[in-house]
């Protein structure tokens, strides 16, 4: 028999890699967690020996730990440079002034609550703080004193101040004057954004007078260079006159028809604060068209602007309820619809309405009440907005103390500070809602009644020239 050798075992051939390949990483040592520290805290320590090394050459004493910290927050402010101002509801997207121009740079301060600290704090404005020594015009007394009215309330509502602001650049348009050997065509357009950022300063622009103000804009820009001064003023005028009553007079006049509509006799119709579109439905349905129903006005503080629409409607005899914003819930079970004004509505759908506004509409929601939003459609904006956070605008805080009582609790708000400097009270005051789309029924506008959804069409084949 013959002998047979054991097999030996085949060792492995290595693979030869194709020239220009690298070979395959090979696997990293899985290490503890306390290997890994010590390696990181032995990278720490060489690279601060060779930081002091490096300073010891340059004849500079190392830093210690806290001086580091103190040198990269400071190098980090530097690189941030000065704040900048807050987003506001009332701003437009596209509006020809820049953010800088806008109003008062925004300063955060211990007043600010830290969930709205991103947003532009409440500053009484003067009129020096108004004119803001603008280089190239200065402020036209048309534009301060409609800007000091829209600031301190006296002018209030989107359509009100929008037709004040263009009744005011009547005003500049009609007594501009253009610098010799220039070109009006080339001149008026600067000085159209100066006066604009001027009103700006006093308080943001609504949405609808950013567009308005854009169409006005892009009106400056079609005039052809070699025109004569009298031709633009008046191609201007005309403009102003023709936006005024296309787009606010004829729109509201249209509202108002088509929410006369819905209201029915026996109803019971609840709106909110006030609205000028909503006290024309209202009238024109009780002295026009002779419906019989009755009003509920919800108001609220600190501003009581139902209070206006109860004065507005007292010569026609309506039955009329006026309740708080707290005695919403109770009744709701008596209101039949829900007519709401806006500031303006958002591409996603959802309406910017007065604060207060997003709670009335919940409680219809629950209950199943029909809420119709009355906005026109100069109001709508290419913007998307979620929350009533990201976006907003401060009001007055010092409104809030409305009796001698809240004075005497909260009149020292300002002084009541912690060991580190910041505000143990905060008072806030938010000026706008958002009403997402699930809490709006209908919104009636001057083309008729149409679902929150369909803006985006309205926006994109009816508002192109506010893109």
């Not at 097999?7 to 890994?36: C, D, I, N, S, V």
């Not at 929008?162 to 065509?185: E, G, H, S």
């Not at 910017?352 to 919940?362: D, N, S």
Request: glycine share 8%; charged share 25%.
């Amino acid at each position: 028999m013959s002998e047979q050798k054991p097999e030996q075992a085949t060792q492995p051939q290595p693979q030869l890699q194709p020239p220009g390949m690298r070979p395959p990483p090979q696997p990293k040592p899985k290490l503890t967690k306390a290997e890994r520290r010590a390696i990181q805290e032995a990278q720490r320590k060489k690279k601060e020996e060779e930081r002091a090394a490096q300073q010891s050459k340059q004849g500079k004493a190392p830093q210690g730990k806290a001086q580091q910290g103190k040198a990269q927050q400071g190098r980090a402010q530097q690189s941030k440079g000065a704040p900048s101002r807050g987003h506001t509801m009332r701003e437009s997207k596209g509006a020809a002034v820049k953010k800088q121009g806008k109003g008062l740079a925004h300063v955060p301060s211990r007043e600010d609550p830290r969930i709205f600290s991103h947003l532009s704090s409440y500053q009484h404005i003067t009129l020096r703080k108004a004119e803001g020594g603008h280089p190239i015009s200065n402020a036209h007394p048309a534009i301060l004193e409609v800007g000091m009215k829209i600031h301190r309330g006296t002018i209030a509502g989107g359509n009100a101040c929008c037709l004040a602001m263009l009744a005011a650049f009547k005003r500049v348009v009609a007594d501009y004057t253009t610098p010799p050997n220039r070109a009006i065509a080339f001149e008026l357009p600067k000085a159209l954004n100066a006066q604009y950022q001027c009103l700006a300063r006093c308080r943001a622009p609504s949405i609808g007078m950013g567009n308005a103000y854009n169409s006005l804009a892009q009106r400056v820009t079609q005039i052809p260079p070699d025109v004569l001064e009298h031709e633009a003023k008046r191609t201007l005028l005309e403009h102003i006159e023709s936006w005024e009553q296309t787009r606010i007079t004829r729109a509201v006049d249209n509202i108002v028809a088509t929410g006369v509509e819905r209201i029915e006799d026996g109803d019971v119709v609840l709106t909110y604060g006030f609205s000028n579109t909503v006290l024309g439905i209202i009238e024109h349905a009780w002295k026009e068209e002779n419906k019989r129903f009755r009003l509920v006005i919800a108001d609220s503080r600190p501003s009581y602007s139902g209070l206006v629409l109860l004065r507005r409607i007292t010569h026609l005899s309506i039955p009329v309820s006026y309740i708080l914003l707290n005695g919403v819930a109770c009744m709701m079970k008596e209101v039949t619809k829900i007519f709401l004004g806006a500031e303006g509505l958002c591409s996603n759908g959802y309406a910017i309405a007065p604060v207060g506004t997003a709670p009335i509409a919940l409680v219809a929601a629950v209950q199943k009440k029909p809420v119709m939003i009355c906005c026109e459609t100069y109001k709508f904006s290419e913007r998307v907005q979620l929350d009533a956070i990201c976006s907003n605008e401060m009001g007055d805080p010092d409104a809030l103390l409305e009796t001698a009582e809240h004075r005497e609790l909260l009149g020292a708000w300002r002084q009541t500070t912690t060991p580190r400097g910041g505000r143990t009270l905060q008072l806030v005051n938010p000026l706008f809602d958002l009403l997402p789309t699930e809490y709006i029924d209908m919104v009636i506008t001057e083309m008729g009644m149409l679902p929150p959804t369909s803006v985006p069409v309205i926006i994109r084949e009816y508002v192109k020239e506010f893109s």
